[in-house]
């Protein structure tokens, strides 16, 4: 008897039903021919069964139902055994399904069971029409366990019935039970609207159904398909899909596991089961689970819809340090355990794979990242790409029991855009700031190691982010230099420091991080300050930095300076802090300096300066050197000036325009330090100074 394989389901003639009928709505039923091209199968197509010839059948409309009922000879029918027990094969264009729902009927009871709807499970392209036209047979496999009948039991018959857009499913995933809802009464228009060419996908197109014998999914679950989407054959793994593909071909991964680890030395896109939804999305079905790893070894690699485990990383740069690959896109994944300590999901760097240059175009985009288990692992870390975007990722990175938790590394790559992503590494009690550091050290890091990478990190922006959770929401290191980045419009909260520069121990090879932008961010429930400029020895140097116009939920410092009073700091800076108590400091450049409220510390350094402290008792720095001070509000009952003793300066009141200003002279060099605006200089005493 023959034997035919379809989008990876066997079957012999004998399992194909035998009768059909329409059983509602036969006025809104269509017939056409379904171009299937197994001229042996044509009399057994379900439009033949219920009287025409080669047929398939298009089922309701947009507004109303139709029902088909097949049947099997008695005893030839289905029997509930181990995994999936029949196919329904539904004709319609490349990744565009038509819904429709599934009822079937125990021989043990002669009753229909409630509609079930599922996902299809694969497609062909070249069982319709050719391969070139762009329609084929979407398969989708039932398991009879789902529709509660015991091992063992058979089934003589099932329903079709067409969907509308109002039904619904039970399960939490999209899949399941379905109750059905009233068509909606449209009098005249009802009327004249219905008939059976709908729009949409509300008219499926049945074309066969046949029972699986074997019991059990295809043994042939990877399918590929060549650069002009025609079927190459069906495989079964991803490797053995792999090794027979060209540049440009499409692997499609039904639902299932993979215990592989594959290299993909061709430029091949891979689609899982879940391609097109979120890596968290509820509606996501069964998983192409792949445990093991993707390894890089050619450019234009796409991986979409999968879902990932293993003990070390997922998906990896090259085995040697001699490539960097280009134009790699990986979306649409669930990240779901990664056990191994110093891991991460997704690498390509110093030490992972992959070389100090040459990288190009990746884009990390709608993924989740959740279990990961073993210590001082990541999230993801991406080295040395010029042209890099993570956007709209979820990373939960909280287990209690894990220490040294991190989430996004980015190390020496240029023109990178971090957008939308959310990442929580658990922390919210940071009495303890060393246990804090131990336990999950930061949600995105820049990372500036000195490994040997062609380029520093340059061009970046990092915007509506959600970061929570870590000793540090941001930080940079600074064996290299970093320049031009934007940090805007994040919302960064239960961190230690919420933005931290220049935190690493540093070396003799330190760069400069300059033009960086922090602006219209949000911080939250910070331990220390919003944002802190680290200065570890040997001295860092900064320039052209502006951290303005944030939001802070709380008195927390906005700026602080750990180490003030080694730093390096050119430019022209704008620092505007918060309601703590902030420490700004200039440098050499013209800076301005806003405290807004709390005891503040403002130091202009060198150059012509602006300085307001705002609400609270606050302390003005003098310098005697190139430059002068503006404070344009200082309070003589609280206030204070600092770097300088009563007796080393002389305040003279000015005269003119300036008649109701103060100015600060250093008393050797006659020098003028600071002018304090709307000031007397009689009311300034000893008691000013600190």
């Known amino acids: 008897m023959a034997t035919f394989a379809i989008a990876g389901f066997t079957f012999?003639?004998?399992?194909?039903?035998?009768?059909?009928?329409?059983?509602?709505?036969?006025?809104?039923?269509?017939?056409?021919?379904?171009?299937?091209?197994?001229?042996?199968?044509?009399?057994?197509?379900?439009?033949?069964?219920?009287?025409?010839?080669?047929?398939?059948?298009?089922?309701?409309?947009?507004?109303?139902?139709?029902?088909?009922?097949?049947?099997w000879n008695t005893g030839l029918g289905p029997v509930n055994q181990a995994g999936d027990d029949f196919v329904v094969y539904e004709n319609g264009f490349?990744?565009?399904?038509?819904?429709?729902?599934?009822?079937?009927?125990?021989?043990?009871?002669?009753?229909?069971?409630?509609?079930?709807?599922?996902f299809f499970d694969s497609y062909d392209e070249t069982a319709i029409n050719g391969p070139t036209d762009g329609t084929g047979l979407f398969a989708t496999a039932f398991d009879l366990s789902d529709f509660g009948l015991a091992?063992?039991?058979?089934?003589?018959?099932?329903?079709?019935?067409?969907?509308?857009?109002?039904?619904?499913?039970?399960?939490?995933?999209?899949?399941?039970?379905?109750?059905?809802?009233?068509?909606?009464?449209?009098g005249l228009l009802g009327s004249l609207l219905d008939r059976p060419l709908s729009l949409g996908n509300s008219d499926p197109d049945i074309t066969l159904v046949a029972g699986l014998s074997g019991g059990g999914q295809s043994s042939q679950p990877v399918q590929l398909f060549d650069a002009d989407n025609n079927l190459v054959g069906g495989f079964s793994s991803i490797q053995a899909a792999v090794d027979a593909a060209d540049d440009g071909y499409t692997l499609l991964a039904a639902a299932g596991t993979y215990r592989e680890d594959v290299i993909l030395d061709k430029g091949l896109t891979l689609i899982g089961a879940n391609f097109g939804l979120t890596g968290n999305d509820a509606a996501r079905g069964a998983e192409s689970l792949l445990e093991g790893s993707f390894t890089l070894a050619d450019d234009n690699i796409s991986i979409l819809g999968f879902e990932f485990t293993n003990d070390t990383a997922a998906i990896r740069g090259g085995s040697d340090g001699s490539v960097n690959f280009s134009n790699i896109a990986i979306a649409f994944n669930d990240f779901a355990g990664?056990?191994?300590?110093?891991?991460?999901?997704?690498?390509?760097?110093?030490?992972?794979?992959?070389?100090?240059?040459?990288?190009?175009?990746?884009?990390?985009?709608?993924?989740?990242?959740?279990?990961?288990?073993?210590?001082?692992?990541?999230?993801?870390?991406?080295?040395?790409?010029?042209?890099l975007l993570i956007a709209d990722n979820v990373g939960v990175h909280d287990d209690a029991g894990v220490v040294g938790r991190?989430?996004?590394?980015?190390?020496?790559?240029?023109?990178?855009?971090?957008l939308g992503n959310v990442v929580e590494l658990g922390i919210t009690d940071f009495a303890?700031?060393?246990?804090?550091?131990?336990?999950?050290?930061?949600?995105?890091?820049?990372?500036?190691?000195?490994?040997?990478?062609?380029?520093?990190?340059?061009?970046?922006?990092?915007?509506?982010?959600?970061?929570s959770g870590a000793y540090d929401g941001i930080v940079t290191l600074d064996d290299r230099d970093l320049s031009a980045v934007d940090i805007t419009s994040n919302s960064i909260s239960n961190a230690f420091y919420g933005i931290r520069l220049a935190a690493a121990e540093g070396t003799t090879a330190q760069g400069t991080q300059s033009d960086i932008d922090i602006s219209d961010n949000s911080f939250a429930a910070i331990a220390a300050s919003a944002v802190a400029f680290d200065h570890r020895e040997p001295t860092e140097a900064f320039s052209d930095i502006v951290v303005a116009n944030n939001t802070f939920d709380g008195e927390f410092a906005g700026i602080t300076h750990i180490s003030g009073d080694t730093r390096s700091l050119a430019g022209t800076n704008t620092f505007e802090g918060s309601d703590g108590d902030d420490l700004l400091l200039g440098g050499t450049g013209d800076d301005a300096l806003f405290g807004f409220g709390g005891s503040d510390l403002l130091d202009g350094g060198a150059g012509n300066n602006t300085a307001l402290g705002g609400e609270g008792a606050d302390t003005f720095g003098l310098f005697d050197g190139p430059g002068i001070t503006t404070v344009l509000e200082f309070d003589t009952a609280v206030d204070k000036l600092?770097?300088?003793?009563?007796f080393d300066v002389i305040l003279a009141q000015g005269t003119g325009v300036e008649a109701r200003n103060t100015f600060v002279l250093d008393a050797t060099s006659f020098d003028a330090m600071a002018k304090l605006l709307l000031t007397d200089a009689a009311d300034i005493t000893a008691a000013n100074f600190v």
């Open 12 to 71: 012999d003639e004998s399992d194909l039903v035998t009768n059909g009928a329409i059983a509602d709505g036969a006025f809104r039923t269509r017939f056409f021919g379904s171009g299937l091209q197994f001229p042996e199968l044509l009399d057994n197509t379900v439009g033949s069964l219920v009287g025409g010839v080669g047929q398939s059948i298009a089922l309701g409309n947009l507004f109303n139902r139709s029902t088909l009922e097949l049947t």
């Open 94 to 118: 490349a990744r565009v399904p038509e819904d429709y729902a599934v009822a079937v009927r125990s021989t043990a009871t002669g009753q229909f069971t409630p509609f079930r709807y599922e």
């Open 151 to 186: 091992t063992g039991d058979a089934i003589d018959a099932i329903q079709i019935i067409s969907l509308l857009k109002d039904d619904t499913v039970d399960g939490a995933d999209g899949q399941g039970l379905v109750t059905l809802a009233e068509p909606k009464d449209l």
């Open 338 to 387: 990664l056990t191994a300590n110093n891991q991460t999901f997704i690498t390509n760097g110093f030490g992972t794979g992959g070389a100090p240059s040459g990288g190009a175009n990746w884009s990390i985009t709608s993924n989740y990242f959740d279990g990961i288990t073993g210590n001082d692992a990541s999230i993801m870390r991406i080295d040395n790409v010029d042209g």
């Open 406 to 418: 991190r989430g996004i590394q980015i190390d020496n790559s240029q023109n990178v855009e971090v």
């Open 432 to 467: 303890d700031e060393i246990a804090t550091f131990t336990a999950a050290r930061y949600a995105l890091q820049l990372s500036l190691d000195d490994d040997g990478s062609a380029s520093s990190t340059a061009n970046v922006a990092i915007a509506d982010n959600t970061f």
């Open 642 to 646: 600092t770097n300088a003793a009563f």
